[in-house]
């Protein structure tokens, strides 16, 4: 069942349907094992999650893609540095 949801919640994320990628994502993250899961289920989540303003979940994942020098490393800190100031904003 994972699988099946990783694949789903990749597809409407591919679609930019991020409001609908969001559970598939989820479930995917909750029932796979950490040594299964790759940089890249991270950071689409992450992502998925500061596109629908959850910043402080976004941040949490973020982080985890931020150990290599590359692209996604590079994105990664670019959306968390967006997701500080957004939570520092609403805060104020």
């Known amino acids: 069942m994972p699988e099946i949801a990783r ?19 989820e479930l995917y993250h909750k ?3 950490e040594k299964h899961k790759v ?22 994942l973020f982080s985890e893609v ?3 020098e590359d692209e996604m490393s590079q994105l990664a800190n670019y959306h968390m540095a967006d997701c500080y100031l957004k939570i520092e904003k609403t805060l104020c």
């Open 66 to 68: 931020t150990d290599e």
């Open 7 to 25: 694949i789903v919640g990749e597809s409407y994320f591919v679609k930019d349907q991020f409001d609908e990628a969001l559970p598939y994502l």
């Open 39 to 60: 940089r890249a289920d991270y950071y689409q989540l992450g992502y998925v999650y500061y596109r629908n303003k959850s910043y402080e979940k976004a941040l949490e």
């Open 31 to 33: 029932e796979t094992p």
